[in-house]
């Protein structure tokens, strides 16, 4: 890797060959055109973030938009898919430390995708399909690295906005996710504390309820954080207290999903990936004041398929899949913010749901 500086009508430049890391593939929501995304890293541009990534300090500061990694992001190229047709290709730039970060923490890459993402989106007015994501084996996209240029004086403007973005109102939330981003011991992964964007329903989705707990009689989750699915009548409660010695609460989702699964075309056992999103409900209404949505690229998924605990000693929710003669076990550790003052108020505060058609769990809290 090397870099150059230059000067033209006293202006400095920087030259620099980042490394490769990995490639996002995915496709433009307004036409299907196939785009590539390039997430590479240098050992110097641009600068990390002050704050060095611990996930019980930064995943709250995500949330609260109030750290992130700095990204600079190049137009895009014109280039070809493997089979000739054309495609939109960007370079996304981190700092080889957060790269380094990210390797060793899936959740924390799935929110660096959603960022890289969303970087594109911004610079080019163009609307890329997450629903579409893929990860080709590749590390690169095209023949050799392209070499980035800037002005030293835009360096200078990517940290500071880097260092104030949490007091900048008029930014858009950033999401996780995407880290994504989802793992996300996070979360997803930012993604972010958002407006809410689900599709509103008319159903309402069975209540969580411990052992002996009401159902807050003041208390709604917004009909617009919730996709039409699945019927809340005849539901049984879904979390279950351990034993008083254990630390964690499962939350089980036994509810029947409508439906038949489809048969397993192979019983290969196969990775993947959580993406996880996080925000406000999109009219919070007490006592909910956090919506997790969380997906996967599983195929053909249940309630059944999913195990959800919270851990009180660390005030965190661990989501692990128990399709395990499919899927290697995964699991997802999401620290939460502060929200209540005690874990018994993060309790009875919960409610868990999973929709079918956008194989989508949901957590409000």
Known sequence: MSFHLEKSDEIKSIKFTPSKYLVVKSKLISNDQKIFINIVHHDKYPFPPDIKFDPSIVYPLIINNQWEI????????ESTDKKGHPCLVWDCCINSECEKWCAANDQLKDILIEWCIESCELRSSLEIDRDDLKFPKLKYKGD???EIELLEEDIVNIDKSSKNDGNNTDKDNKTLATAKDSTVE??????????????????VLPELLLPNQHPHKNASVDKSDMKNDISASNKPPLIQELDSTEKDLMLKKNF???GKQQKQKSQEISLFRYSVKMGKPSKPTAPYKLKI???????????????????????????????????????LDIPLPSLYKSSSD?????????????????IFI
């Open 70 to 77: 700095p990204i600079i992001t190049t137009s895009y190229v």
């Open 144 to 146: 050799i690295v392209r």
């Open 186 to 203: 996070f979360l997803e992964l930012k993604r972010q504390y958002e407006g809410g964007n689900v599709d509103n329903g008319d159903d």
């Open 256 to 258: 029947l999903v409508k």
């Open 293 to 331: 949505e969380i997906t996967t690229n599983m195929q053909n998924v249940t309630s059944l398929d999913f195990t959800v605990n919270y851990a009180d000693y660390t005030n965190t929710v661990t989501v692990k899949n128990t399709n395990t003669h499919r899927y290697k076990e995964k699991s």
């Open 346 to 362: 993060y309790v009875d505060n919960f409610k868990v749901f999973f929709l079918k058609k956008s194989q989508t769990l949901y």
